[in-house]
C-alpha cells in the first residue's frame, strides 16, 4: 500500500483562487518532504523542499510566495498555490524521505486553472 | 551536460523480452540509487534500491550498479504489457538533504 499519501488527486479551480494540496507520509516520520512539478511526457522538476519545523527552500525560478509551503508535522506538508492562473495547472507531486533514504512518491495531484 | 543522462525513448518490446533501462551520471559522489515506474497520471513508484555497486534482483527486475563507469541498468524480465510506464532512474550523495537527481525518464511499451 501507499506510503505517502496526497490529496486531493484533482482539483479544478477558477483563475484568482487558492489552492492546497496536502501530503502525508503514513508510516514513517519524515523531516524532509519535496515537492515537484511535472509537464506532459518530462521529468519532475524539483520546486522546493519541504523541512519541519522550519521554512521551505525554494529552488531558482520557483516564487515562494506563490507556492506556499507548510511543514507542519513531521507526518504533513501542505503546498498552496496562491491566486492561480491557467499557467498553473500542472502534475504536482509531493515525496518524503524515510530515514534509510528511500525516497517515497505521493500519488500526485492535477491541477487544472479555469 | 546533465548530471544524469537516460534515453527518454521511446521503447518498444514484444511481451516476454527483456528490457534493459540505462542511464549514466557524472558526480561521482552518488552513492545511493533507484529506479521508479511512473504510470500516466500517477507519481512514481519505487522500484529498486540500492546502494553503492552490485546487483539487486527482485522478481523479474534486476537492478545494476557499476560505480567506475558511472552507469547504472534495470533489467525486466518476461516483460508484461502491464510493465509499459515511464521508468526513472535517480541518485544521491550520501548525507544530501535535498533532493534526488533524476533522469528524464524513458517510456516503455510492451506489447501483447
Known amino acids: 500500500g501507499a506510503v505517502v499519501s496526497q490529496h486531493p488527486s484533482w482539483v479544478i479551480c477558477k483563475s484568482g483562487t487558492s489552492v492546497k494540496i496536502e501530503c502525508r507520509s503514513l508510516?514513517?516520520?519524515?523531516?524532509?518532504m519535496f515537492w515537484y512539478r511535472q509537464f506532459p511526457k518530462q521529468s519532475l522538476m524539483l520546486m522546493a523542499t519541504?523541512?519541519?519545523?522550519?521554512?521551505?527552500?525554494?529552488e531558482q525560478g520557483v516564487e515562494k510566495d506563490k507556492f506556499l509551503i507548510n511543514h507542519a508535522s513531521l507526518t504533513l506538508s501542505t503546498l498552496t498555490v496562491t491566486s492561480a492562473h491557467p499557467e498553473d495547472s500542472s502534475f504536482y507531486i509531493c515525496?518524503?524521505?524515510?530515514?534509510?533514504?528511500?525516497?517515497?512518491f505521493g500519488e500526485g495531484s492535477r491541477l487544472t486553472v479555469l | 551536460q546533465k548530471e544524469v543522462e537516460q534515453d527518454p525513448g521511446p521503447l518498444s518490446v514484444p511481451e516476454g523480452a527483456i528490457v534493459s533501462l540505462n542511464c549514466t551520471y557524472s558526480?561521482?559522489?552518488?552513492?545511493?540509487f533507484m529506479w521508479y515506474r511512473q504510470y500516466s497520471r500517477k507519481g512514481p513508484e519505487l522500484l529498486m534500491y540500492?546502494?553503492?555497486?552490485g546487483n539487486k534482483e527482485d522478481g523479474r527486475f534486476t537492478a545494476q550498479v557499476d560505480k567506475s563507469s558511472k552507469y547504472i541498468s534495470l533489467f525486466i524480465r518476461d516483460s508484461q504489457p502491464s510493465d509499459s510506464a515511464t521508468y526513472l532512474c535517480?541518485?544521491?550523495?550520501?548525507?544530501?538533504?535535498?533532493?534526488?537527481?533524476f533522469g528524464s525518464g524513458t517510456q516503455l511499451t510492451v506489447l501483447p
Open positions: 519541504s523541512n519541519e519545523g522550519s521554512k521551505a527552500t525554494y
Open positions: 535517480a541518485m544521491s550523495a550520501p548525507g544530501s538533504a535535498r533532493q534526488l537527481t
Open positions: 558526480n561521482s559522489a552518488f552513492q545511493y
Open positions: 515525496s518524503a524521505r524515510r530515514q534509510s533514504g528511500e525516497l517515497f
Open positions: 508510516d514513517f516520520q519524515a523531516t524532509t
Open positions: 540500492t546502494y553503492s555497486s
